[in-house]
T-cell receptor
Framework: KNQVEQSPQSLIILEGKNCTLQCNYTVSPFSNLRWYKQDTGRGPVSLTIMTFSENTKSNGRYTATLDADTKQSSLHITASQLSDSASYICVVTFKAAGNKLTFGGGTRVLVKP | DAGVIQSPRHEVTEMGQEVTLRCKPISGHNSLFWYRQTMMRGLELLIYFNNNVPIDDSGMPEDRFSAKMPNASFSTLKIQPSEPRDSAVYFC????????????FGPGTRLTVT
């Protein structure tokens, strides 16, 4: 069964600090892996998208990495800001699942001043 | 572009009542997705359409749920009769193609069934 697991479930960091979120997936091959940011009360917004052959992708202070051998991805947030407080969701598109999206449970990040 | 538009933003209804959620996708997009999000289960795909045709409704929880897309600019998700366990946030998303392309989410409809 295709699964996407994220860790930690939640974390608190101080403004200005860096943090890294983890995403592990089972079953391959996949079409792509995305990281979404979801602010409270709003829909998810895409941060990065990577195909199987890519191992890093940046979007401002957000950098996603992908290791297809270990089936792991990470999202690194540099110099966190209060506006980074949100849930971050790892989403994998598995070819075997008809290219439907499979969502991780998300990591809730709280940035404190 | 206004993005994906959903209405209502909040809905409170009593158990047994019919609920209709509405979605207007981004103009030009030909795929539309309905998702449900709860604390316990996260985001779940309910159904998606390509070119107004339902492609996969395996995520629809039961016969009480139905979705239609009468044209390229409008879709509805209906729950009849509603139950308290249907309480969740329902998102609509659209994209150019199913699966591989970027999906743009609407703001969601928060449904509370009492």
């Amino acid at each position: 069964k295709n699964q996407v697991e994220q860790s930690p479930q939640s974390l608190i960091i101080l403004e200005g600090k860096n943090c890294t979120l983890q995403c592990n997936y089972t079953v391959s091959p996949f079409s792509n892996l995305r990281w979404y940011k979801q602010d409270t009360g709003r829909g998810p917004v895409s941060l990065t998208i990577m195909t199987f052959s890519e191992n890093t992708k940046s979007n401002g202070r957000y950098t996603a990495t992908l290791d297809a051998d270990t089936k792991q991805s990470s999202l690194h947030i540099t110099a966190s800001q209060l506006s980074d407080s949100a849930s971050y969701i790892c989403v994998v598109t598995f070819k075997a699942a008809g290219n439907k999206l499979t969502f991780g449970g998300g990591t809730r990040v709280l940035v404190k001043p | 572009d206004a993005g994906v538009i959903q209405s209502p933003r909040h809905e409170v209804t009593e158990m047994g009542q019919e609920v209709t959620l509405r979605c207007k996708p981004i103009s030009g997009h030909n795929s539309l997705f309905w998702y449900r999000q709860t604390m316990m289960r996260g985001l779940e795909l309910l159904i998606y359409f390509n070119n107004n045709v339902p492609i996969d409704d395996s995520g629809m929880p039961e016969d009480r749920f139905s979705a239609k897309m009468p044209n390229a600019s409008f879709s509805t998700l209906k729950i009849q009769p509603s139950e308290p366990r249907d309480s969740a946030v329902y998102f609509c998303a659209s994209s150019y193609l199913a699966g591989g392309n970027e999906q743009y989410f609407g703001p969601g409809t928060r449904l509370t069934v009492t």
